[in-house]
């Protein structure tokens, strides 16, 4: 089977990931290019994905794959130098820059969607705006309604008295990290509420949590499809309108980016299709597995109900990758030929 390579940076999925890379990598392998490498940056939904595909590409194509774990800046120095070719889940909006410029230097192909529908943004607790009778839980911001708003709720958001409050941005690592430092500055949430950053998903999931079941209040950033939004009651906070001339004004100060950047002005994420990449090399030195990829798109809904087995089930995402196989033949089975089908079908007879 493919092996999980132990690339940590920063602290990066340091215990999650950690656990995962002695329970499945064999200690004497190391990256040496005989692998298709693959991008694994942390969060459920692009472990999923990079599961199936590496059996896909394992199973009906006999190429050994590698799924290394890296961050941003890494996996786009790896991807331009041809040492990992696939990136299962590009975010581009939160690096179009980059990607553009590496599509019109002919350096990666667009695959094409994993799935159609995934959104982003600033969330709290349902409880914070409209309270929870069975939980003793008075609302707290019952008139709140839109992100920037939240600085008018820094001592409601406080951990502590004589704290300043925090908001929970994404981790370490994550190409979302310095827009949305940029949108709260640009909304004035900065001068109330202070960034929490930690190093892995599994780290953010597990605060969130624990100060949801504490009834407390808390501001996160978070994506969907996840299980987590499945999980708990959270309200999306209302920013301006999503525009091209906006997304640049972020991207700009993001390019020039320190603490306390703002931008001309901020909005919404889009609403977008997470698309699958792999290096110009890797197509021409593969076209029938990039056939194949291209055609591979599980969809926003499954992903979700996938992530949310995953979660529910402590399975690894290689297992849950054959739960996929087992359970979903209408959505794979139009991505391979009958005898492709067959292999697959024999694999997990095995």
């Not at 340091?14 to 694994?40: K, Q």
């Not at 009906?60 to 799924?67: K, S």
């Not at 001068?191 to 100060?211: F, I, Q, W």
């Not at 009651?233 to 950047?261: Q, R």
């Amino acid at each position: 089977m493919y092996s999980i390579s132990c690339n940590i940076r920063k602290g990066f999925l340091a215990t999650a990931l950690a656990t995962v890379c002695l329970a499945l990598t064999p200690s004497a392998h190391a990256a040496d290019g005989s692998r298709i490498s693959i991008y694994d940056g942390g969060w459920e939904n692009i472990q999923i994905n990079d599961a199936i595909a590496a059996f896909v590409i394992e199973t009906v194509f006999d190429q050994p794959t590698e799924i290394v774990a890296s961050d941003v800046p890494d996996m786009q120095k790896q991807m331009i130098a041809g040492t990992m070719q696939i990136n299962m889940e590009m975010w581009r909006s939160l690096m179009d820059p980059w990607v553009t410029a590496q599509l019109e230097a002919d350096k990666i192909v667009d695959l094409g969607p994993s799935y159609e529908r995934a959104t982003q943004g600033f969330y709290v607790p349902t409880y914070v705006i409209k309270g929870d009778a069975s939980r003793n839980i008075e609302p707290l911001a019952p008139d709140l309604k839109t992100v920037s708003q939240l600085a008018g709720y820094a001592k409601q958001f406080r951990a502590e008295a004589g704290q300043p409050g925090v908001w929970i941005n994404c981790i370490v690592g994550w190409a979302c990290r310095e827009p949305n430092r940029v949108k709260m500055v640009t909304y004035g949430v900065s001068d109330a509420l202070e960034p929490m950053e930690l190093p892995s998903e599994t780290d953010l999931n597990g605060r969130v949590r624990a100060l949801y079941a504490q009834g407390k209040p808390f501001v996160t950033y978070y994506w969907d499809p996840s299980p987590l939004l499945g999980e708990l009651d959270m309200t999306l906070l209302a920013e301006p309108a999503y525009s091209e001339e906006c997304s640049a004004a972020i991207d700009k100060a993001v390019k020039d980016w320190k603490p306390g950047n703002a931008a001309s002005q901020a909005c919404a994420y889009k609403t977008v299709a997470i698309h699958k990449f792999a290096t110009r090399q890797f197509v021409d030195d593969h076209p029938d597995i990039a056939a194949t990829l291209r055609k591979m798109n599980v969809g926003t809904d499954t992903v979700r109900e996938l992530a949310g087995y995953m979660v529910e089930n402590e399975a690894t995402p290689e297992a849950t990758a054959r739960h996929f196989f087992e359970q979903y033949p209408h959505v794979w089975k139009s991505w391979l030929t009958d005898e492709q089908v067959q292999r697959v079908t024999r694999k997990l007879a095995m």
